[in-house]
């Protein structure tokens, strides 16, 4: 026998030897050659010019044939032999090999062999598929049916692999359930199906206002957004509203294209509206630092950062932040381009602005009117009125007092928890962390100076314009002082103030106890730390600036070299203020609104239509025969209403006070180095040729149709969302590091075919789950789990875990405890005491919701970044830090112990029992068959009844024998019964309580198939 063998076996051998080989395929460069150079070549001989080695390019192909330092070609196609390259990185010399081994990177010898045959067939470059135009490519095999299912037949047929069968009934309503509306059908929506067929079934809840709730968690995932600042205080903020403007335009189906335009520059289309404000919240949702002594512009150029990054990850699919300190090592966006792309959108202001409910506007519309009629009454009454304003302004302007801005030497608090900053105006900004307390150090010349102008300023970095702080904007002053250092002196001096005046101050309000007196701009210098200067103007009145003067008891006569100290001390912070002083004779404050005196300096020229109003109406306060028609005005705008809540939004900066970007070596915001402009990388698409070089044209260029990522980013957003991962798996890198996706072509036939469809995003959607692909069974056979584990073929449907805030709204949706209510303010939810003990700031705030509110969908969770709620940290959901454009999914202890024991989990399942007991009929039986159908959208198995039928009985026993409170089990109060359905015990509740709580954690449950 052993001869025998030993025969067959060199029979085997010539055999194999004797037939013919077969020719390895061509090789691939984006597949099999582009990964071996940026991973082992690139990060030194790529775009980088400035670190690049021997000034040797490998990632251009007409660079690489000029060769490096040598000037010699790098390559010489068809010959490996000749190739420095090929020799380089087959060396087995230490000084000539590359890799250089302290890199501790070797090519394994199938590497090797892919490159010399990439050589052998003439070493052909091709630009990355992913910076190319995506085209609609023909369907295999001449297919006219779905495109998707062309593709993955076609490519199952060369990895010898059958599709799936189609999923049964009653998996796919529920898995088409949880991709478009995020929530399990019912039963009675189970039967529905049966009847109405899927493409109906489709189409129903492509329109329920659902749907938006459900697909805006994917966007708000991208966007980062959160209800809190971050950092360390974490203090609350009002964001809701773009979260809500994210869910309405996901329901109406808002043009992808302009669904990108008016999120990053909606305020600059033409005549925008309230919502098109609203929409460019979405690059304001970057963490924001209010800690102590921060310097206010290294936390701004932070937030930049960010939104470049998020730019990247959500529209773009690139890794930008690799950019920010040099030039990206892999893809082509160079060290410049970075600051080019965030020359665009650095020209902004950080505003806050009211936002007003639909009836409010129209309210608002309608008093404006009313102003506006009130004045043309005042020009119809007064013929010559514009003689008589012209002759009003020169009077009042050949009043003005000259006031010298101090410049500052030096800024600061005394708690040091603030760094104001001087502007190119003089003006004084007073950004970061607030504080009672600002001075100002100057040197001013000191000849006879008489009066001190303290001006509070409006400036569109603060809440509602400002001038204050506050969450209104507002603002109130304590106390001024001046003190006066001598040359040769070390001691501040204090001066006497006197003759406080302003331009207007609010009635007094004196309590009965003499204490925090408000009002009167005396109250600056009366040495009291308890009375405030109060210049509110009240309703639509309050966000304007304001004007403070004060004599000096004696005129300042002071030698060269004196400096002069101003420190004030404030309730509500002022955020912006600029400090002059004068010579002139009693300075006084003219009793003008501020805003009018600082429009008049403008000359006539430059004045913008506000400058005109105020103006005209400091002009008819000042008329006594108009003093009823006055009146009648300031009562409309007592009457206007008062908004419910505000949004943080980008505003651009006027064209006399734009922001220059400088390049930032390494990144680092204290070191500009040369001027930037507003430049998008050139490896991309042009730039609009019509397009202005600002945010909007940006914003059209994003949103180009010629962009080679914007459609394919957005269409893998979608598959990832219903597939589990992308048709790419690194959705937010694009680039050459990123795996070649195994259906390309398919990308980019629904890249175009979602652009020729109008960007439409329920179109992209349609087409996916009307595959035959989406639809098959997610069961994994053995075959498939040896040949493709993690299903990136499509051999078989979608299976994995719902996402965090899907795997709530399943609890509350089978326990009958979901409020479907759509928008609103973020719900606080309930939180463990130690988890909430655990914040630096302790949030006094934290209330949680009750009755249905606290039943809400997640989406509308209110989200602390300092304190992710642990029902969704623990399912993996992220907490807004950053731009995520994918989730890791975890399989952990904590999961188990978060869907057993978190509140909401246990009053779900307390709710399901109730429900049950109510539905589902009067026996065990038919019972656990409604409890499975709530949990699973199906029956349970014999196996599953038998098993579950066990856990009641041992359930009912450990309550029979005392073991267990069936209060305590049922409303968490031993003292406490919830009411009860007619002739059910409560030991029959709190068996069926306990039996909900397992069936709502079954990976069933959680899973989406």
């Given at each position: 026998?052993?001869t025998l063998?030993?025969f067959?076996a060199?029979?085997?051998?010539t055999?194999?030897?004797d037939a013919?080989?077969?020719a390895?395929p061509?090789?691939d460069?984006?597949?099999?050659?582009?990964?071996?150079?940026?991973?082992?070549?690139?990060?030194?001989?790529g775009?980088?010019?400035?670190?690049?080695?021997?000034?040797?390019r490998?990632?251009?192909?007409?660079?690489?044939?000029?060769?490096?330092?040598?000037?010699?070609?790098?390559?010489?196609?068809?010959h490996?032999?000749?190739?420095e390259?090929?020799?380089?990185i087959t060396?087995?010399e230490?000084?000539?090999?590359?890799?250089?081994?302290?890199e501790?990177?070797?090519?394994?010898?199938?590497?090797?062999q892919?490159?010399?045959?990439?050589?052998?067939?003439?070493?052909?470059y091709?630009?990355h598929?992913?910076?190319?135009?995506?085209?609609?490519?023909?369907?295999?095999g001449?297919?006219?049916?779905?495109p998707?299912?062309a593709?993955?037949?076609a490519?199952?047929?060369?990895?010898?692999?059958?599709?799936?069968p189609p999923?049964?009934?009653?998996?796919?309503?529920?898995?088409?359930?949880l991709?478009?509306?995020?929530?399990?059908?019912?039963?009675?929506?189970?039967?529905?199906?049966?009847?109405e067929?899927?493409?109906?079934?489709?189409?129903?809840?492509l329109?329920?206002?659902r749907y938006?709730?459900?697909?805006a968690?994917h966007?708000?995932?991208?966007?980062?957004?959160?209800?809190t600042?971050?950092?360390?205080?974490d203090?609350?903020r009002?964001?809701?509203?773009?979260?809500?403007?994210?869910?309405?335009?996901?329901?109406?189906?808002m043009?992808?294209?302009?669904?990108?335009?008016?999120?990053?520059a909606?305020d600059?289309?033409?005549?925008a509206?309230?919502?098109q404000?609203i929409?460019?919240g979405?690059?304001?949702?970057?963490?924001?630092?209010?800690?102590g002594?921060i310097v206010?512009e290294q936390?701004?150029?932070?937030?930049?950062f960010?939104?470049?990054?998020?730019i990247?990850?959500?529209?773009?699919?690139?890794?930008?932040?690799?950019?920010q300190c040099?030039?990206?090592?892999?893809?082509p966006?160079?060290?410049?381009?970075y600051?080019?792309?965030?020359?665009f959108?650095n020209?902004t202001?950080?505003?806050q602005s009211?936002?007003?409910?639909?009836?409010?506007?129209?309210?608002i519309?309608?008093?404006?009117?009313?102003?506006?009629?009130?004045?043309?009454?005042?020009r119809?009454?007064r013929?010559?009125?514009?003689?008589e304003l012209?002759?009003w302004?020169?009077e009042?302007?050949?009043?003005?007092?000259?006031?010298?801005?101090?410049?500052a030497?030096?800024?600061g608090?005394?708690?040091?928890?603030?760094?104001?900053t001087?502007?190119?105006?003089?003006?004084?900004?007073?950004?970061?962390?607030?504080?009672?307390?600002?001075?100002?150090?100057a040197?001013p010349?000191?000849?006879g100076v008489?009066?001190?102008?303290?001006?509070?300023?409006?400036?569109?970095?603060?809440?509602?314009?400002?001038?204050?702080?506050?969450?209104?904007?507002?603002?109130?002053?304590?106390e001024?002082?001046?003190?006066?250092?001598?040359p040769?002196?070390?001691?501040?001096?204090?001066?006497k103030?006197?003759?406080?005046s302003?331009?207007?101050?609010a009635?007094d309000?004196?309590?009965?106890d003499?204490k925090n007196?408000?009002g009167?701009?005396?109250?600056?210098?009366d040495g009291?730390?308890?009375?405030?200067?109060?210049?509110?103007r009240?309703?639509?009145?309050?966000n304007?600036?304001?004007?403070?003067?004060?004599?000096?008891e004696k005129?300042?006569q002071?030698p060269?070299?004196?400096?002069?100290?101003?420190?004030?001390r404030?309730?509500?912070?002022?955020?912006c203020?600029r400090?002059?002083?004068?010579n002139a004779?009693?300075?006084?404050?003219?009793a003008?609104?501020?805003?009018?005196?600082l429009a008049?300096h403008?000359?006539?020229?430059k004045r913008t239509t506000?400058?005109?109003?105020?103006?005209?109406?400091?002009?008819?306060?000042?008329q006594?025969d108009l003093?009823a028609?006055?009146e009648?005005i300031?009562?409309?705008?007592k009457?206007?209403?008062a908004?419910?809540?505000?949004?943080?939004?980008?505003?651009?900066?006027?064209?006399?006070?734009?922001?220059v970007?400088?390049l930032l070596?390494?990144?680092?915001?204290?070191?500009?180095?040369e001027?930037?402009?507003p430049?998008?990388?050139?490896?991309?698409?042009?730039?609009?040729a019509d397009?202005?070089?600002?945010r909007?044209?940006?914003?059209?260029?994003?949103?180009?149709?010629?962009?080679?990522?914007?459609?394919?980013?957005?269409?893998?957003?979608?598959?990832?969302?219903?597939?589990g991962t992308?048709?790419?798996?690194?959705?937010?890198?694009?680039?050459?590091?990123?795996?070649?996706p195994e259906?390309?072509?398919?990308l980019?036939?629904?890249?175009?075919?979602?652009m020729?469809h109008?960007?439409?995003r329920?179109?992209?959607?349609r087409?996916?789950?009307?595959?035959?692909?989406?639809?098959?069974?997610?069961?994994?056979?053995?075959?498939?789990?040896?040949?493709?584990?993690?299903?990136r073929?499509?051999?078989r449907g979608?299976?994995?875990r719902?996402?965090a805030?899907?795997v709530?709204?399943?609890?509350?949706?089978?326990s009958g405890?979901?409020t479907?209510?759509?928008?609103?303010?973020?719900?606080?939810?309930?939180?463990?005491?130690?988890v909430l003990?655990?914040?630096?700031?302790?949030?006094?705030y934290?209330?949680?919701?009750?009755g249905?509110?606290?039943?809400?969908?997640s989406?509308?969770?209110?989200?602390?970044?300092?304190?992710p709620?642990?029902?969704l940290s623990?399912f993996?959901?992220?907490?807004?830090?950053f731009?995520c454009a994918r989730?890791?999914?975890?399989?952990?202890?904590?999961a188990?112990?978060?869907?057993?024991?978190?509140?909401?989990?246990?009053?779900?399942a307390q709710?399901?029992?109730?429900?049950?007991?109510?539905?589902?009929?009067?026996?065990?039986?038919?019972?656990i068959?409604h409890?499975f159908?709530?949990?699973?959208s199906?029956k349970?198995?014999?196996?599953e009844?038998?098993?579950?039928?066990?856990?009641?009985q041992?359930?009912r026993?450990?309550l029979?024998?005392?073991?267990?409170?069936?209060?305590?089990?049922?409303?968490?109060?031993?003292?406490?019964l919830?009411?009860?359905?007619?002739?059910?015990?409560p030991?029959?509740?709190?068996?069926?309580?306990?039996?909900?709580r397992?069936?709502?954690?079954?990976?069933?449950t959680?899973?989406?198939?």
């Amino acid at each position: 026998m052993p001869t025998l063998r030993i025969f067959w076996a060199i029979l085997g051998l010539t055999l194999l030897t004797d037939a013919p080989v077969r020719a390895a395929p061509p090789v691939d460069f984006q597949k099999d050659v582009q990964p071996i150079l940026s991973e082992f070549c690139v990060a030194c001989h790529g775009i980088d010019a400035k670190h690049r080695k021997a000034n040797l390019r490998l990632d251009d192909g007409a660079a690489v044939l000029k060769g490096g330092e040598s000037g010699e070609p790098t390559l010489v196609p068809g010959h490996p032999e000749k190739s420095e390259l090929y020799l380089r990185i087959t060396s087995k010399e230490e000084e000539k090999v590359m890799p250089p081994r302290s890199e501790k990177k070797t090519l394994s010898p199938a590497q090797l062999q892919i490159l010399k045959q990439w050589i052998v067939e003439g070493a052909k470059y091709e630009k990355h598929w992913a910076f190319t135009t995506p085209k609609k490519s023909p369907l295999p095999g001449g297919e006219t049916g779905s495109p998707i299912d062309a593709f993955v037949r076609a490519r199952l047929l060369t990895e010898k692999l059958r599709p799936s069968p189609p999923a049964n009934s009653a998996a796919l309503c529920r898995r088409i359930y949880l991709d478009l509306i995020g929530l399990p059908p019912s039963p009675a929506e189970l039967t529905a199906f049966e009847k109405e067929g899927l493409n109906a079934t489709i189409e129903k809840l492509l329109q329920s206002e659902r749907y938006g709730e459900k697909w805006a968690r994917h966007w708000l995932d991208l966007a980062r957004y959160s209800d809190t600042n971050g950092y360390e205080k974490d203090m609350p903020r009002d964001m809701w509203k773009w979260r809500d403007w994210v869910i309405e335009s996901l329901n109406t189906d808002m043009p992808y294209d302009k669904f990108i335009i008016e999120q990053v520059a909606g305020d600059l289309l033409p005549n925008a509206t309230q919502q098109q404000l609203i929409a460019t919240g979405f690059l304001r949702n970057s963490m924001i630092n209010e800690e102590g002594a921060i310097v206010p512009e290294q936390f701004r150029m932070v937030e930049m950062f960010d939104r470049i990054d998020c730019i990247g990850k959500a529209v773009l699919g690139m890794s930008t932040q690799c950019a920010q300190c040099h030039t990206h090592k892999f893809d082509p966006i160079t060290h410049h381009d970075y600051y080019g792309l965030m020359a665009f959108l650095n020209n902004t202001y950080e505003a806050q602005s009211w936002v007003y409910t639909a009836d409010q506007l129209k309210q608002i519309e309608e008093i404006r009117k009313k102003i506006q009629m009130a004045e043309s009454r005042i020009r119809q009454q007064r013929r010559q009125w514009e003689s008589e304003l012209n002759k009003w302004s020169q009077e009042v302007s050949s009043r003005f007092t000259d006031w010298k801005p101090l410049e500052a030497i030096e800024l600061g608090s005394i708690s040091g928890l603030n760094h104001p900053t001087q502007e190119a105006d003089k003006s004084l900004l007073m950004k970061g962390h607030p504080s009672d307390d600002v001075f100002l150090i100057a040197s001013p010349k000191l000849d006879g100076v008489t009066g001190l102008q303290f001006e509070v300023l409006t400036h569109r970095d603060l809440p509602h314009n400002g001038p204050g702080r506050s969450s209104q904007g507002t603002w109130n002053l304590r106390e001024l002082e001046v003190f006066i250092k001598k040359p040769d002196g070390t001691n501040w001096e204090k001066q006497k103030l006197a003759n406080a005046s302003a331009d207007y101050s609010a009635a007094d309000n004196k309590p009965a106890d003499g204490k925090n007196a408000s009002g009167s701009v005396g109250y600056i210098i009366d040495g009291r730390e308890d009375t405030t200067w109060n210049s509110d103007r009240g309703q639509g009145l309050r966000n304007q600036p304001s004007v403070a003067v004060v004599q000096f008891e004696k005129p300042l006569q002071f030698p060269e070299g004196t400096q002069m100290k101003v420190a004030w001390r404030m309730g509500a912070m002022i955020g912006c203020a600029r400090i002059s002083i004068t010579n002139a004779g009693t300075p006084k404050a003219p009793a003008i609104d501020q805003a009018a005196i600082l429009a008049l300096h403008k000359p006539v020229a430059k004045r913008t239509t506000g400058d005109t109003d105020v103006i005209f109406t400091a002009w008819r306060k000042s008329q006594p025969d108009l003093k009823a028609i006055n009146e009648e005005i300031a009562g409309l705008y007592k009457s206007l209403p008062a908004a419910p809540t505000s949004i943080l939004h980008l505003a651009e900066r006027e064209t006399e006070n734009q922001r220059v970007t400088h390049l930032l070596n390494r990144g680092e915001w204290d070191q500009p180095r040369e001027v930037v402009t507003p430049i998008t990388p050139e490896a991309l698409h042009s730039f609009p040729a019509d397009a202005p070089r600002n945010r909007l044209g940006f914003a059209r260029w994003l949103a180009d149709s010629r962009s080679p990522l914007t459609a394919r980013v957005a269409v893998n957003q979608t598959w990832q969302a219903i597939f589990g991962t992308g048709l790419v798996e690194t959705s937010e890198d694009f680039g050459t590091r990123a795996p070649i996706p195994e259906y390309r072509d398919l990308l980019d036939w629904l890249a175009v075919d979602f652009m020729e469809h109008n960007w439409s995003r329920k179109h992209l959607i349609r087409t996916i789950l009307s595959s035959a692909t989406y639809q098959q069974s997610s069961a994994l056979t053995p075959l498939l789990m040896e040949k493709d584990p993690r299903n990136r073929l499509l051999a078989r449907g979608p299976r994995f875990r719902a996402d965090a805030e899907v795997v709530r709204d399943i609890a509350l949706t089978a326990s009958g405890l979901l409020t479907n209510k759509l928008g609103g303010p973020s719900v606080i939810p309930p939180v463990p005491k130690n988890v909430l003990d655990y914040n630096y700031t302790y949030p006094g705030y934290w209330n949680p919701a009750t009755g249905p509110e606290r039943y809400r969908r997640s989406v509308y969770m209110f989200r602390k970044r300092s304190m992710p709620d642990p029902v969704l940290s623990n399912f993996d959901g992220p907490n807004g830090d950053f731009s995520c454009a994918r989730r890791i999914r975890s399989n952990t202890p904590l999961a188990a112990l978060t869907g057993l024991n978190e509140p909401i989990f246990v009053e779900a399942a307390q709710a399901m029992a109730l429900r049950v007991l109510k539905e589902g009929g009067t026996n065990d039986a038919t019972r656990i068959d409604h409890a499975f159908l709530l949990c699973t959208s199906r029956k349970p198995t014999p196996e599953e009844k038998a098993e579950v039928e066990r856990l009641i009985q041992h359930q009912r026993q450990r309550l029979a024998e005392g073991w267990l409170n069936p209060r305590e089990i049922l409303t968490g109060d031993s003292a406490k019964l919830p009411s009860l359905p007619e002739k059910v015990t409560p030991q029959d509740a709190a068996a069926w309580t306990l039996v909900s709580r397992v069936l709502l954690n079954l990976d069933e449950t959680i899973s989406k198939n």
